[in-house]
């Protein structure tokens, strides 16, 4: 039974131990708080606190399978990005409603986040090997590229800009999350896979691979889904 302790020195076990703690934290406060928010917005917040009770449940599972196996819950970790990501995207469209934004908008973003996921996981999981693993990651790469340019310059920008100050604002922010926050998930992928980066192998130890995708992933989900949600939450106490 040893190995089911989280030892002072297994990082790893304790990035999935602390984004736990940190995800049910943020999902009590956001459902907490859709009580104390006007009408125009709850959906909004309701939404973080869906996001991030989502991410909740499944690291402490992945916690756990990562503590007995002291492997990747890859297949979990991708169900959790598949149910989280598309709800970012209803985040986008929701806040973009006001100025006019289309259903179309809404599904553009979620097939580019579904295709960005599943081809990722292909690359992760499926067919991880020099040749292959990096190829799915350019694929989903793209898809991502594609979604920062909806936010950056296309649908969500331009609805942007005719929406109200405070909306504009979020979307800039949002913005930076896409490109900056998400960016730290291709990081993880080259890290932890095989030929990630163009066939070549930055860890070529196969557990220290996995570990550190493990840490980089961790991070980028706590960065991502409870500063996406405190930027929505902000937004719904400034505007009116
Ligand atoms: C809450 C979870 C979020 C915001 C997850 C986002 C995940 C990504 C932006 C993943 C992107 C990837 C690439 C752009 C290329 C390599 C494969 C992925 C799936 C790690």
Redo the contacts with the bound molecule.
Sequence with gaps: MEHLKIATDNYVAFTFFIGTMAMMGAAVFFFMEVGNTSAKWRTSVLISGI?TFI?AVHYYYMRGYNLETGESPTFFR?V??LL??PL?CVEFYLITQKAGAKSSLLWKLIAA?VV??V???V??AIYPTETQSWV??????A???Y?VYLVWYGDVAKLAASSSTAVASAVKTLGW??LV??????L???LG?KG?LFGMQLVADPAAASHAMDIV?NI??AV??IG?GLVIYVLSRKAE
């Excluded at 799915?136 to 790469?141: D, T, V």
């Design positions: 996001i991410a991708y959790d990005w989280t990501v970012m986040s960005m996921l081809t990722g996981y690359g992760e799915w990651g350019a694929i989903s790469g898809a991502y590229f979604i999350f896409v926050g998400w960016a730290i998930y291709p993880g992928y080259i896979t990630g992933y980028g989900d991502n889904k996406f």
